[in-house]
């Protein structure tokens, strides 16, 4: 390409993504990478050869520089798409999704971080895949240390011709047989549509809650991530998808946690047309009790009993939702922040299989974890989220939003409050969430600043019953960034590393 061409598409895509047009003649002087630096080891399974560059400068860049050399990237025409690409499959070849969570979240943030990008201020685009840069940096140090793993190359003479390998999946995944799965995943991803391969996945990820839920985030932000870069590159992401699913982190019994062997009776007996009923507010505060003492199991036979008196399921997620949204005001801290994060990948779930079984066990597990989480929480707050009333609001409009975020850090009940009497009055949840991106940009640390507040504000959409949109509302102040909180060294070197060449 002629480098005065290659010039203007640049400066035209630093325009759309808020780089500014004196971008580019300062990155002039950075040094490329270097040809042997794109060399495969071996054992490491390839990629395909319109990626594998943009992998291998982010896999080999030192974490330093990585900011500035994905600039560089971009001003010789590297798209946003292929950036999003390369970082995702990045941690797919070499993070270790044992267990799945800790720094493999570096996999699982990518779409989220992807999302609150495309929904910010054109400005603003590029950070969150800047901090994600840097995260991935973070997470592959550290499995280095903990010995360096590679996804690998494919046994090709045991993949399974494809009349066979849809088969071949399911038996090794009942099995948990990780060795079969391998081989499998390869036969299936290239003799189905996307759309079927998927099918098994959707099964297998709601079927275990052990690593806290991340099971079924995976496969949902795999699937989503996927959309977002082209299903050319599924193979990779789903053979990590199946060995991540058959983790057992240690237990010699081959079995998953939680209720599922009792949901799988449940799903066979719910009434025909059960997708068709009737929206209740009644039904969605009667779960939500229900969800408030029951073990597991009673808490999936409450929703198997909703279901066949005629309760729309989209009244039994409402309840779902709020309780997880309950349980993080009661008690914030990582494992609540998975029933709000967990519960909202089992919900895609139920949006995305086509298979009516699936989508009844993935209300079932749904319902089913909730307790699980509470029951390790244990919680003292008593809040319940349903008859949280507004708090005490000093000022109105902008000034009342930003005393909602202040008040996070005096206590996060006492902000939930707030929220709701600053909606009561006339505030926008559009602005709430606009406050709370604009906080993860400049404040946020951690892959939860980000996959939380995707996912809250999703469900936050999702809501059948509007009355509850409040409530969700302000319990996303149970986990999102206070005003008062510091800013973050990463967000401002990002920033820094911008301006610098603008």
């Known amino acids: 390409m002629d480098s005065r061409m290659r010039r203007r598409n640049f400066l035209g895509?630093?325009?759309?993504?808020?780089?500014?047009?004196?971008?580019?003649?300062?990155?002039?002087?950075?040094?490329?990478?270097?040809?042997?630096?794109?060399?495969?080891?071996?054992e490491a399974v390839n990629l395909r050869p319109e990626i594998e560059p943009t992998v291998r400068w982010i896999e080999t860049t030192?974490?330093?520089?990585?900011?500035?050399?994905?600039?560089?990237?971009?001003?010789?025409?590297?798209?946003?798409?292929?950036?999003?690409?390369?970082?995702?499959?990045?941690?797919?070849?070499?993070?270790k999704p044992r267990p799945v969570g800790f720094k493999f979240h570096t996999v699982l943030v990518i779409h989220s971080a992807h999302i609150l990008g495309q929904t910010a201020a054109v400005e603003d685009r590029l950070l969150p895949l800047f901090w994600a840069l840097d995260n991935f940096k973070n997470s592959q140090a550290q499995d280095i240390k903990e010995g360096d793993w590679t996804l690998g190359r494919v046994d090709e003479a045991k993949v399974p011709n494809p009349s066979k390998a849809k088969g071949a999946f399911t038996s090794a995944m009942e099995a948990w047989d990780v060795d079969a799965a391998d081989v499998?995943?390869?036969?299936?991803?290239?003799?189905?549509?996307?759309?079927?391969?998927?099918e098994p996945f959707w099964r297998y990820a709601v079927r275990d809650q052990r690593d806290i839920g991340h099971k079924a985030i995976f496969a949902a932000q795999s699937w989503r991530t996927l959309q977002a870069i082209g299903w050319q590159h599924a193979e990779p992401v789903l053979r990590?998808?199946?060995?991540?699913?058959?983790?057992?982190?240690?237990?010699?019994?081959?079995?998953?946690?939680?209720?599922?062997?009792?949901?799988?009776?449940?799903?066979?007996?719910?009434?025909?047309?059960?997708?068709?009923?009737?929206?209740?507010?009644?039904?969605?505060?009667?779960?939500?009790?229900?969800?408030?003492?029951?073990?597991?199991?009673?808490?999936?036979?409450?929703?198997?009993?909703?279901?066949?008196?005629?309760?729309?399921?989209?009244?039994?997620?409402?309840?779902?939702?709020?309780?997880?949204?309950?349980?993080?005001?009661?008690?914030?801290?990582?494992?609540?922040?998975?029933?709000?994060?967990?519960?909202?990948a089992l919900h895609y779930i139920f949006g995305a299989s086509g298979n009516d079984q699936t989508r009844r066990l993935a209300l079932l597990?749904?319902?089913?974890?909730?307790?699980?989480?509470?029951?390790r929480i244990k919680a003292t707050s008593t809040v319940k989220l349903d008859a949280l009333e507004p708090?005490?609001?000093?000022?109105?409009?902008?000034?009342?939003?930003?005393?909602?975020?202040?008040?996070?850090?005096?206590?996060?009940?006492?902000?939930?409050?707030?929220a709701l009497a600053y909606l009561k009055e006339g505030g926008s949840p559009d602005a709430i969430f606009a406050m709370a991106r604009k906080l993860i940009f400049q404040k946020g640390r951690d892959s939860h600043d980000?996959?939380?507040?995707?996912?809250?504000?999703?469900?936050?959409?999702?809501?059948?019953?509007?009355?509850?949109?409040?409530?969700?509302?302000?319990?996303?102040?149970?986990?999102?960034?206070?005003?008062?909180?510091?800013?973050?060294p990463l967000m401002q070197r990002a920033r820094a590393a911008i301006a610098s060449r603008a």
């Open 391 to 418: 708090g005490s609001l000093d000022s109105k409009g902008d000034e009342g939003l930003t005393e909602v975020f202040a008040t996070i850090a005096k206590g996060r009940p006492e902000a939930a409050a707030k």
């Open 240 to 344: 990590s998808l199946a060995f991540g699913l058959l983790d057992l982190q240690g237990d010699a019994k081959l079995e998953p946690v939680g209720p599922y062997e009792a949901n799988l009776k449940y799903a066979k007996r719910i009434r025909d047309h059960w997708q068709v009923g009737k929206l209740d507010s009644g039904a969605t505060r009667s779960l939500l009790d229900t969800l408030r003492t029951a073990s597991s199991v009673e808490a999936s036979e409450a929703v198997f009993n909703a279901l066949n008196e005629g309760i729309a399921p989209e009244s039994l997620w409402d309840a779902v939702v709020l309780a997880g949204g309950e349980l993080l005001l009661r008690s914030p801290g990582i494992l609540a922040i998975h029933s709000v994060t967990a519960i909202n």
């Open 365 to 375: 597990q749904a319902a089913g974890w909730i307790p699980m989480y509470r029951d």
């Open 450 to 488: 980000y996959k939380y507040a995707v996912a809250a504000w999703e469900e936050f959409t999702l809501t059948a019953d509007p009355r509850w949109q409040p409530n969700l509302a302000a319990a996303m102040m149970g986990n999102l960034p206070s005003i008062g909180q510091a800013d973050s």
């Open 13 to 42: 895509s630093a325009a759309a993504l808020g780089l500014g047009a004196g971008l580019a003649p300062r990155l002039q002087g950075m040094p490329p990478t270097r040809p042997d630096d794109l060399v495969v080891t071996p």
């Open 184 to 198: 499998a995943v390869a036969g299936l991803c290239r003799s189905a549509g996307a759309a079927e391969v998927m």
């Open 62 to 95: 030192p974490r330093e520089r990585i900011l500035e050399v994905a600039v560089e990237h971009l001003h010789k025409g590297l798209s946003y798409r292929d950036l999003l690409a390369g970082l995702f499959l990045a941690g797919i070849r070499n993070v």
